[in-house]
């Protein structure tokens, strides 16, 4: 605490008020002059105005070009990525038609593609078909039924057969997922 009367124990707040009536004398414009004043930068490289509102606010002052372009900032929103390679003979879906198609070739024309369908040769840009994938392996080895074991948990089916008790003894039903469901309580006046 400062005494009352005696200006110089707060001679930090005295100062401030120092340099806003000098600088409010000198400016013709105060709007300008007290924005110019909360974007000058503090000791630790940060303006009042940045540290308020978490970015920088443009001036009057002339600024290099390379600092006055503001930076974007990348949200989960924002989606855009490049498409993935495609080559040759690569199986692809065709979004417009709704058809399957193979790529024959690359077209001339930047990011287009010549796409063989079942109706024919199409030319087709790269966002307007995506990749489709592969059919996995469906043969099973003679391996795969030696690996599954023969035991079934005797659990499951114990939880089951408690579900369906409980069920039978109240207005519960069980579902097909195994869910155990009852009827709405509606009041009865």
Same mark, same amino acid.
């Given at each position: +605490?400062?005494?009352?009367?005696?200006?110089? &124990?707060?001679?930090?707040?005295?100062?401030?008020?120092?340099?806003?009536?000098? +600088?409010? %004398?000198?400016?013709?414009?105060? *709007?300008? /002059?007290?924005?110019?004043? $909360?974007?000058?930068?503090?000791? !630790?490289?940060?303006?009042?105005?940045?540290?308020? +509102?978490?970015?920088? #606010? $443009?001036?009057? #002052?002339?600024?290099?070009?390379?600092?006055?372009?503001? %930076? @974007?900032?990348?949200?989960?929103?924002?989606?855009? =990525?490049?498409? /993935?390679?495609?080559?040759?003979?690569?199986?692809?879906?065709?979004?417009?038609?709704? =058809?399957?198609?193979? @790529?024959?070739?690359? &077209? !001339?024309?930047? $990011?287009?593609?010549? @796409?063989?369908?079942?109706?024919?040769?199409?030319?087709? !840009?790269?966002?307007?078909? &995506?990749?489709?994938?592969?059919?996995?392996?469906? %043969?099973? /080895?003679?391996?795969?039924?030696?690996?599954?074991?023969?035991?079934?948990?005797?659990?499951?089916?114990?939880?089951?057969? !408690?579900?369906?008790?409980?069920?039978?003894? &109240?207005?519960? *039903?069980?579902? %097909?997922?195994?869910?155990?469901?009852?009827?709405?309580?509606?009041?009865?006046?």
């Amino acid at each position: +605490m400062s005494s009352p009367r005696f200006a110089q &124990s707060k001679g930090l707040a005295e100062r401030s008020v120092q340099t806003i009536k000098n +600088m409010l %004398k000198k400016s013709e414009d105060q *709007y300008n /002059s007290l924005l110019s004043y $909360r974007t000058t930068p503090l000791a !630790n490289g940060y303006s009042p105005a940045e540290l308020l +509102m978490g970015r920088k #606010l $443009r001036t009057l #002052l002339p600024v290099a070009p390379k600092n006055s372009c503001t %930076k @974007i900032t990348q949200h989960s929103r924002h989606r855009a =990525r490049p498409f /993935s390679k495609v080559k040759t003979n690569d199986r692809v879906w065709v979004k417009d038609q709704k =058809r399957r198609g193979i @790529i024959k070739a690359e &077209s !001339n024309e930047p $990011r287009s593609y010549i @796409i063989e369908t079942d109706s024919g040769e199409i030319r087709r !840009n790269r966002r307007h078909f &995506s990749n489709f994938p592969e059919k996995p392996d469906t %043969k099973i /080895s003679k391996n795969t039924f030696e690996t599954i074991p023969n035991e079934i948990p005797i659990y499951n089916n114990e939880l089951r057969d !408690n579900q369906t008790d409980q069920s039978d003894k &109240s207005d519960f *039903y069980v579902t %097909k997922s195994g869910r155990i469901s009852k009827p709405p309580d509606k009041l009865d006046l």
